[in-house]
């Protein structure tokens, strides 16, 4: 669940009546008795929320948007809305509503400074419908920002590469709040600031619960890191493994990524009992097509226990996005096709056609059933974890077309 509109609802004064609503879960409803829409989105669900946007213009409903795209792109966002928040809404938002109330709403409301992770407000969990999740409910955030700075990533684009944490009883005191003994970390690093995720860990190994979240493969190098990750309940990481080329690593400014030491690392974060789910991007300038080839076998060749495919996608904002941009490499703008599964832009070593099928047949092959019970029973440790991730990811991958004329090892 994301925590965005929770996060602003819990901002919002108790004397407002607020319902937050995922359109990509249930129709909207434009003849709502609504004074204020606010709406986000990732870039891919914008041209969406664009439309919805309008729509509820029409009605003569003002419209708020905000988040990574809108902030990346404001005068494109106001062109549908009334208004847009530039960055974190935390230190706008309630000046923005004041000045709703006197109608006197600006079409910009900027966030000049990073926000102080102290005594944030709960998210209000309460308004959103859990059925329409199937799992991932109850999530947190313990830290913003990371401190690395990828090209292609939106991340330090948004929330500054300046990293935050949030006061470690706070966290505590939210997870306290939770129905069920799993959740996630939203945060983009958990482990980026190793002696704040040390502590976090020890205050979590009493409360018995089993969690996730997103980590950079350096904590391999950290062995009490990894010992307390899992002893605190952390059973599984999404890891950004990226690219097996140190020369695509480097010009991705991820340079702090060692391709040459990647199999010790993931045999040193499998032997602490936690799962990785590696996730790697495609269409990177020193790739060709024998990249897929290589990738697979590289995955099945560690166990990789499961692994997320992205095809390189120059997201509003990012330094890949200016430099295909000013490089006049991007070939298609339309936002719906930016969710890192459709080409984009024009590789250097390889057709286009050629990364879409090598992307297709990559996750199809992963998930084969043969090649899944391989990585699955790598051990019994972790196996129900490991089997519900790749039967996840399976489903998805069915949906994409089989590509003939390319072999597995």
Not at 61 to 88: Q, R, T
Request: aromatic share 10%.
């Amino acid at each position: 669940m994301r925590l965005n509109l929770p996060t602003i609802a819990a901002l919002t004064p108790k004397d407002c009546d607020v319902e937050i609503l995922d359109a990509r879960a249930m129709p909207v409803d434009y003849n709502a008795k609504a004074d204020l829409v606010g709406i986000t989105g990732f870039t891919a669900e914008m041209p969406s929320a664009y439309e919805i946007a309008d729509n509820f213009r029409r009605k003569g409903v003002k419209v708020v948007m905000g988040g990574v795209h809108v902030s990346a792109m404001p005068d494109e966002a106001l062109e549908h809305a009334d208004c847009v928040v530039i960055g974190e809404a935390e230190l706008v938002w309630e000046g923005l509503l004041n000045d709703f109330k006197r109608g006197a709403l600006r079409d910009r409301y900027k966030a000049e400074k990073l926000c102080d992770m102290k005594a944030m407000p709960h998210p209000r969990r309460e308004l959103i419908d859990r059925k329409m999740y199937l799992s991932g409910f109850n999530t947190l955030q313990a830290t913003r920002g990371c401190p690395f700075n990828c090209d292609y990533c939106a991340v330090t684009a948004f929330f500054g590469n300046e990293f935050r944490v949030r006061p470690i009883d706070d966290v505590i005191a939210d997870i306290e709040t939770f129905d069920t003994n799993h959740f996630f970390f939203v945060d983009d690093n958990i482990v980026g600031r190793a002696k704040y995720a040390k502590g976090l860990f020890e205050r979590l190994k009493p409360m018995k619960r089993i969690w996730g979240s997103q980590a950079s493969i350096t904590m391999a190098k950290d062995p009490e890191l990894l010992r307390l990750y899992y002893e605190s309940g952390g059973r599984y990481a999404f890891i950004g493994i990226e690219s097996l080329s140190q020369k695509n690593l480097d010009q991705m400014h991820k340079g702090w990524n060692s391709a040459k030491g990647y199999k010790e690392a993931i045999r040193k974060i499998h032997d602490a009992g936690i799962n990785i789910v590696g996730s790697f991007v495609f269409g990177l300038d020193d790739d060709d097509k024998s990249v897929f080839k290589r990738t697979f076998d590289f995955i099945m060749e560690n166990n990789i226990d499961a692994a997320q495919f992205h095809i390189l996608t120059p997201l509003p904002g990012t330094v890949t996005y200016r430099t295909l941009e000013k490089e006049g490499r991007i070939t298609d703008h339309d936002w719906a096709k930016y969710h890192t599964g459709e080409v984009v832009f024009q590789p250097k070593g390889m057709t286009a056609e050629e990364l879409q099928r090598g992307y297709f047949w990559i996750f199809r092959e992963t998930y084969k059933t043969k090649n899944i019970l391989k990585r699955c029973l790598r051990s019994p440790r972790g196996l129900a974890y490991r089997i519900g991730m790749n039967l996840s990811y399976r489903n998805k991958a069915l949906k994409m077309p089989e590509v003939k004329g390319m072999q597995a090892g």
